[in-house]
């Protein structure tokens, strides 16, 4: 009796064992589990490529969508790139609003981000997928991306013919982790000096439209993107002096990164 009682306590044991290291093991798969898809997920983290295309124009290439910012220079200028999930619009002038060049490009699955006095320039037969109608202050969700409608204007009295308030926009995009800010024709106004978390910047500066480089710098100082890109920076006197942009920049705060990219030929 007691030897059957002893076999039946060493069995229970025994189970009970085997039960313990099969919690074990699975509680150490699933953490295996999740270990590996967070190193998948963090490969296959979206990176974002800036091309420049030409003063204003770029294409913002995020994983595999596309944006065009201000596209100009035909359809040949954008050859390389993928049709663009987005096409964002600054303003009314030539070297923000090309008309032929959109209507050249494939611009059936886009959605047009443009401010009403764009818009109000659109031919009929323009085509394109869908449209996003911002103005000054407003934030949208596009596409699945946060997009804030930043005013652009002129402040120095003498330019002030060139871009008034409330008719043109900047934008600042949330790309994952990034928010990019893209200034548009624009002065040192208290709206891009109140900007926080930028993480790139594109910033105007050429004379007369926009600001000189000091107001540009003055800027740049104050609202500390993590990265600056000077563009827009062809003026009726030629470019501005973005070697000088850098340098007082870097004087002013060597945590900017000011990246010089080739925007002209």
């Known amino acids: 009796m007691k030897t059957n009682l002893l076999l039946l306590m060493s069995c229970i ?91 050249a490009l494939d611009l059936s699955k886009a959605t047009i981000v443009a401010p009403q006095a764009v818009v109000d320039q659109f031919p009929e037969d323009l085509k394109y997928g869908t449209l996003t109608v911002m103005n000054n202050g407003d934030t949208k969700t596009v596409n699945g991306y946060t997009v804030e409608a930043i005013p652009m204007y002129n402040l120095r009295e003498e330019a002030l013919k060139f871009h008034t308030k409330g008719r043109g926009n900047g934008y600042v995009v949330t790309l994952g982790d990034d928010r990019v800010y893209i200034s548009g024709d624009t002065e040192d106004i208290p709206e891009m000096r109140n900007l926080k978390d930028i993480d790139i910047a594109f910033v105007c500066m050429n004379l007369p439209y926009t600001m000189p480089i000091e107001s540009a710098v003055s800027a740049v100082l104050e609202f500390k993107p993590a990265k600056v890109y000077p563009y827009h920076y062809r003026g009726t006197e030629g470019l501005s002096d973005v070697d000088k942009f850098k340098t007082l920049v870097n004087q002013g705060d060597e945590s900017i990164e000011v990246v010089q990219l080739n925007w002209y030929e």
């Open 13 to 103: 044991t025994l189970m009970t064992s085997c039960k313990s290291d099969k919690k074990d093991n699975v509680s150490q798969d699933m953490t295996s589990d999740a270990s590996s898809m967070t190193k998948q997920e963090e490969t296959t983290q979206k990176s974002l490529e800036i091309s420049p295309i030409s003063h204003a124009t770029m294409v913002l290439t995020y994983g595999d969508n596309a944006i065009y910012v201000d596209p100009t220079g035909g359809k040949e200028a954008f050859s390389e790139y993928t049709s663009p999930e987005i096409v964002m619009l600054t303003d009314i002038h030539g070297d923000h609003l090309d008309i032929e060049t959109l209507k």
